[in-house]
């Protein structure tokens, strides 16, 4: 059973993003990219189910410029075995990128897709929902545990208040939440290894996807600044001011 | 134009993050329509119902509805859509509202504007990227527009003086593939996270699961509820639906206690709105500090029992 895993390159969560002066966008020239945290996690998945001899293959995916090589590399020091990069330089919104997965999920025929849930710079939180929509597959989205037994999911998930457990059968798309597991690092021998693995390169163009923007960015503004910075000596002190001043207390 | 409203509700009620999202609606113009797709839902709607301004509310109601799934749910609001021809689908950008619509969104060749904070006309739309440290404003250029709304954006709607008609809405037989198995719910008598007053939140600070019990103590104090910092979920102290953050949930109540946070930026992006922001920590120099209207530095298992006592007297 193959499983497709799919990744995007991010600025790293623990650049202080800026925006550009013009209010076109953040800055990410010079800026350290990796592989957005919550697709680690789906990496880390799909090469447990290999581990526990139920993927055969684990295919990591990628959508964007040729820099997200290396953030597919990544993925193959992780454990993957192969990868593919759909190329291009055109703003990617989940739409498209749900569009180009769909056309290699028709290629590569995986029984189970995981994605991570959100990626963290433009938080959209809509590709696994989208894939799962387009192909009519089942979806089982911020995953805290996934077991395959069979032709058949069981996914504990996240929800508002609390774990809620879905059961259905494959092919099935899943999105990964933090808990589902606790990701490895890249050892060196198997990142020199994973130069070797193949990373083949696709186009838009030559899955026949239209991957031209929906939404229209018309500007990017920093957030108003929160006036913080104030301090009370004792407990005493924050109860009154609490009381008497920010009037939140009875 | 016209507006659909999916409501999250419990059956008998409408989820706070429900009347958040009408407020949205409102903002768009037009006519605004509620969906209730439940089991047994009739006083659901009816609470919908009462909501002034609500045009009509639809009723699916059919026992698969009793646990949805986002695709029994997707399936009710895309027939629905196509039907009555909406322009803008609305729905709170909470756990149910993010498994739902980019689903109905993809079945409708449409992006999907998530997080919606603020409505700047019917196409035009500002949305936080970036864990909030950044806000976007971007336009549609789709016929119909998938919206999720940030709750924290919007007042909530009024509850009564509202008469709308309710009308059934035909609900599929076929619950779809997936089936909820169980469902194992944090039972607690405090109000829920994300529309409490007040919040009282651990970090990695406390140290351990069992010394969330001390701010059990404080937030019986405050009747408030109780959230986390990812380190502390990620610690394993305090299950995720805890989660206060860009990952977790957003909130803004009028007083939000940090305890033992050190105010990571993807921890901000979930509390930064809040009217008023007391931190207590043991760092001088932690982060939290700096956008902390009365911060307390000291060691929290003394402080928070003694601010405790001092509620009470």
Same mark, same amino acid.
């Given at each position: 059973m193959r499983t497709l895993v799919a990744i995007k390159r991010v600025i790293d969560f623990n650049v202080k993003v800026r925006v550009k002066p013009d209010g076109s966008g953040v800055e990410t020239a010079n800026v350290k990219m990796s592989m957005n945290p919550f697709d680690e996690i789906a990496v880390e998945e799909a090469v447990r189910l290999k581990e526990k001899g139920i993927a055969t293959e684990v295919v990591a995916v990628s959508c964007g410029p040729a820099a997200a090589q290396e953030t597919l590399r990544t993925a193959l020091a992780l454990g993957a075995d192969r990868a593919i990069l759909v190329e291009t330089t055109e703003e990617l919104q989940p739409l498209a990128v749900a569009k180009l997965l769909r056309a290699v999920v028709e290629k590569e025929q995986p029984k189970v897709v995981i994605l991570g849930k959100q990626a963290i710079d433009d938080d959209s939180n809509q590709t696994g929902q989208m894939l799962a929509a387009l192909l009519d597959w089942p979806q089982a989205t911020f995953a805290s545990k996934l077991e395959i037994s069979g032709d058949a999911a069981t996914v504990k998930r996240e929800v508002d208040g609390g774990l809620e457990t879905v059961q259905m059968p494959?092919?099935?798309?899943?999105?990964? $939440?933090?808990?589902? +597991?606790?990701?490895?690092?890249?050892? &060196? @021998? +198997?990142?020199?290894?994973?130069?070797?693995? @193949? /990373?083949?390169?696709?186009?838009?163009?030559? &899955? !026949?996807? $239209?991957?031209? @923007?929906?939404?229209?960015?018309?500007?990017?503004?920093?957030? @108003? #600044?929160?006036?913080?910075? !104030?301090?009370?000596? $004792?407990?005493?002190?924050?109860?009154?001011? /609490?009381? +008497?001043?920010? #009037?939140?207390?009875? | 134009m016209s507006v659909l409203v999916l409501a999250e509700h419990d059956q008998r009620s409408l989820k706070a993050a429900t009347l958040h999202t009408i407020t949205a609606a409102q903002r768009l113009g037009g006519d605004v329509d509620v969906l209730v797709a439940g089991s047994d839902a009739r006083a659901a709607a009816e609470a919908a119902a009462a909501v002034p301004g609500v045009t009509k509310v639809l009723l699916a109601d059919a026992p698969a509805f009793q646990q949805p799934t986002a695709e029994s749910l997707a399936a009710v609001l895309l027939d629905v859509v196509k039907q009555r021809s909406y322009t803008h689908v609305l729905a709170p950008a909470t756990g149910f509202g993010k498994n739902v619509m980019p689903r109905v969104a993809a079945k409708l060749d449409v992006a999907q504007v998530s997080d919606v904070t603020s409505i700047e006309s019917p196409d035009t739309f500002v949305r936080p990227i970036y864990a909030g440290n950044a806000f976007a404003t971007v336009q549609s250029s789709d016929a119909v527009k998938v919206l999720t709304i940030r709750t924290t954006a919007f007042d909530p709607a009024a509850t009564s003086g509202g008469n709308a008609p309710i009308e059934a809405v035909q609900a599929p037989t076929d619950a779809g593939p997936t089936k909820v198995v169980s469902q194992e719910l944090t039972q607690s008598a405090r109000p829920e996270l994300g529309s409490a007053r007040v919040i009282v939140s651990g970090g990695r600070g406390l140290g351990s699961g069992e010394n969330f019990k001390l701010l059990e103590a404080l937030a019986d104090k405050l009747h408030a509820a109780i959230g986390a910092s990812r380190a502390a979920v990620d610690a394993g102290y305090v299950p995720n639906d805890y989660q206060v953050g860009q990952t977790g949930k957003i909130v803004a109540p009028d007083l939000y206690v940090a305890v033992g946070i050190s105010g990571a930026i993807q921890h901000l992006a979930g509390m930064k709105d809040s009217k008023v922001i007391v931190a207590i920590n043991k760092d001088p120099e932690a982060p939290i500090f700096q956008i902390a209207d009365y911060g307390l530095v000291g060691d929290l298992f003394e402080l928070i029992p003694a601010l405790t006592a001092e509620l009470s007297g």
């Open positions: 494959l092919p099935v798309v899943v999105t990964t $939440d933090l808990r589902l +597991n606790e990701p490895r690092y890249a050892t &060196l @021998p +198997n990142i020199m290894k994973a130069k070797k693995k @193949p /990373l083949e390169t696709l186009t838009p163009a030559a &899955l !026949g996807v $239209d991957v031209a @923007p929906r939404l229209k960015t018309l500007k990017v503004v920093e957030p @108003p #600044k929160r006036k913080g910075g !104030g301090r009370v000596a $004792d407990v005493k002190e924050l109860v009154s001011k /609490l009381r +008497n001043e920010a #009037k939140v207390l009875p | -």
